[in-house]
C-alpha cells in the first residue's frame, strides 16, 4: 500500500510539473507574439507621424536621426548615464579589488554589496533612505511570518499596493506628517524622489515573497539547508 500510494504521488506530482511546463511555454509564447505585435505597431505610427510627433530631439549615436524625448523620466535617465556608467565602474572595480584582497565569500560580498548599496541609496535620496528601508523591513517580517498561511497572497498583495497608493497619494511623505520636530530631515531628501521608482522595490518585495511562500510549499526542498551549504 506504501508503495503504491508513493507511486500515485509521483505521477500527480509529475503531470503538475507538466502542466506548470505547458503554462510556462505558453505564457512565454503569448508575451514574446505580444510584444512582437506591439512593437510593429508603435513603428508604423512613428513612421506615419514622424514629423509631428512632440519632444523629437536629436541623437548622438545615429546621424540625422531624432530620438524621443518626451517622458522626463527617460530624459533623465539618458542625461545621467555617463554619471550612472562612471559610478557603476567604481562600484564593481572596488568590489572585485576587495574580494581579491579579503579573499571574501558569499556572505562577505553580501555584506559589501549591503554597504555599497547604502551608501549609493544615502546619495539618491537621502533621509527618505528611512521610508524605504521601514517599508522592506515590514515585508520581509510579514514574509517571514506569514509565509505558510493559506491567506499570505493577499496579505502580500494588500500590503504592498496600500504603500504603493500612499506613496503617491502623500509624495512620499514630508517628514512633518509624523512630528515638526523632524522637519530638518525635509532639507535632506536626497537628489531623486524615492517614491516615483518605488513600485520596482514593489515588486521585488512581492517576487520575494511568494517565492519564499512557494518554497515553503514544497516539501522537495529545504531552504535551510541550501542556504547553510551556500555560506
Given at each position: 500500500?506504501?508503495?503504491?500510494?508513493?507511486?500515485k504521488?509521483?505521477?500527480?506530482?509529475?503531470?503538475i510539473e507538466?502542466w506548470?511546463?505547458?503554462?510556462?511555454?505558453?505564457?512565454?509564447?503569448?508575451?514574446?507574439?505580444?510584444?512582437?505585435?506591439?512593437?510593429?505597431?508603435?513603428?508604423q505610427?512613428?513612421?506615419?507621424?514622424?514629423?509631428?510627433?512632440?519632444?523629437?530631439?536629436?541623437?548622438?549615436?545615429?546621424?540625422?536621426?531624432?530620438?524621443?524625448?518626451?517622458?522626463?523620466?527617460w530624459?533623465?535617465?539618458?542625461?545621467?548615464?555617463?554619471?550612472?556608467?562612471?559610478?557603476?565602474?567604481?562600484?564593481?572595480?572596488?568590489?572585485?579589488?576587495?574580494?581579491?584582497?579579503?579573499n571574501?565569500?558569499?556572505?562577505?560580498?553580501?555584506?559589501?554589496?549591503?554597504?555599497?548599496?547604502?551608501?549609493?541609496?544615502l546619495?539618491?535620496?537621502?533621509?527618505?533612505?528611512i521610508?524605504?528601508?521601514?517599508?522592506?523591513?515590514?515585508n520581509?517580517?510579514?514574509?517571514?511570518?506569514?509565509?505558510?498561511?493559506?491567506?499570505?497572497?493577499?496579505?502580500?498583495?494588500?500590503?504592498?499596493?496600500?504603500f504603493?497608493?500612499?506613496?503617491?497619494?502623500?509624495?512620499?511623505?514630508?517628514?512633518?506628517?509624523?512630528?515638526?520636530?523632524?522637519a530638518?530631515?525635509?532639507?535632506?531628501?536626497?537628489?531623486?524622489?524615492?517614491?516615483?521608482?518605488?513600485?520596482?522595490?514593489?515588486?521585488?518585495?512581492?517576487?520575494?515573497?511568494?517565492?519564499?511562500?512557494?518554497?515553503?510549499?514544497?516539501s522537495?526542498?529545504?531552504?535551510e539547508?541550501?542556504?547553510?551549504?551556500i555560506?
Open positions: 500500500m506504501g508503495t503504491l500510494a508513493m507511486n504521488d509521483n505521477l500527480n506530482r509529475s503531470k507538466q506548470k511546463q505547458k503554462e510556462l511555454f505558453f505564457l512565454v509564447a503569448y508575451a514574446i507574439v505580444f510584444y512582437i505585435i506591439f512593437i510593429a505597431r508603435s513603428l505610427l512613428s513612421r506615419d507621424h514622424y514629423s509631428q510627433l512632440y519632444g523629437l530631439r536629436q541623437g548622438w549615436l545615429i546621424p540625422n536621426h531624432l530620438n524621443d524625448m518626451s517622458d522626463s523620466q530624459r533623465n535617465f539618458r542625461g545621467n548615464l555617463p554619471v550612472l556608467t562612471l559610478v557603476f565602474g567604481i562600484f564593481t572595480l572596488l568590489a572585485n579589488l576587495m574580494r581579491a584582497f579579503f571574501l565569500k558569499v556572505r562577505g560580498m553580501s555584506i559589501v554589496w549591503l554597504l555599497f548599496s547604502l551608501a549609493y541609496l546619495y539618491l535620496h537621502g533621509a527618505c533612505v521610508f524605504i528601508l521601514s517599508i522592506a523591513t515590514v520581509y517580517f510579514l514574509v517571514k511570518i506569514f509565509a505558510r498561511k493559506n491567506y499570505f497572497p493577499p496579505l502580500i498583495w494588500s500590503y504592498n499596493i496600500f504603493l497608493l500612499c506613496n503617491r497619494i502623500y509624495e512620499g511623505y514630508p517628514f512633518t506628517v509624523f512630528s515638526e520636530r523632524w530638518i530631515l525635509d532639507n535632506y531628501r536626497g537628489s531623486f524622489r524615492w517614491h516615483i521608482c518605488f513600485n520596482f522595490v514593489v515588486l521585488r518585495m512581492i517576487s520575494f515573497g511568494f517565492d519564499y511562500h512557494w518554497t515553503n510549499q514544497d522537495r526542498f529545504d531552504h539547508v541550501v542556504v547553510m551549504a555560506y
